[in-house]
């Protein structure tokens, strides 16, 4: 009970500082831009409006986290299984999260003649979403995230890495408990609430997916790699399932 208490403690006091950051950016910017709107070049004033723009991102990041956690634990979130394109519901995640990390380069592997899905395209976009930005984050400017699909004859394997420093062996299992962030909470250069890759796993178990994850903390040798399986679609497995669904009624 001590432990959960030191958690939530923690998350309350990172929650916090996260919130606090990005909002003394926006008004210290916003008043400077009001207080000296003449006297700044065209430069600065977009320089001052780019990071307005981007800490605000920051904070409607936080607020959907939390959100989401709220609207999943209180299981009213509908799962639409359905099938779905993994190479186009990938390259449209990495558009949205290419706006906040411009320098990250991104390389695609994609087996041939890949399978469609069966999944939620909504759900399994957030995974997707959290799991790509938490490899942006954790890796260093101008660096690479390779993203690969292969499949097996009942599943399709995404797999996402980076070249951050990568996580220790014991540290791995824990990285998907709510709250829980690598390092010290609030001296820990990347940003974040400790809840994308909670929820990323809770949507999993929910759209019958897996998250599995290596990594290698050599200085030589050093990634996280995620890999999120998914049912490969079959006509059979709707049937089931409709089948299922008229007679829980």
Known sequence: MNNDKKIIDDFISTLSHEIRTPLTS?????QTMNDNYDLLSDEQKKKFLSIIQEQSQRLINLVENVLSVTKIESQTSGIILKEVNLKKIIEDTVEMVKINYKNRDFIFSYGSNLPTSLSDYDKLQQILVNIIENACKYSPSDSVI??????????????????????EKELIEKI???????????????????????????LADKIGAKIEVESLTDKNNHYTKFI??????????IAKRAILKEKEF
């Open 176 to 202: 998907f408990d709510k709250f829980y962030r690598v390092g010290n909470l609030l001296t820990n250069k990347a940003q974040g609430s400790g809840l994308g890759l909670y929820i990323a796993k809770t």
């Open 146 to 167: 390779k993203i690969s699909i292969k499949n097996t004859e009942k599943e399709n394997i995404i797999e996402i890495q980076d070249n951050g420093d990568g996580i």
């Open 26 to 30: 926006i008004k210290g910017f916003a």
């Open 228 to 237: 999120i399986k998914v049912p490969v679609f079959e006509m059979e497995d």
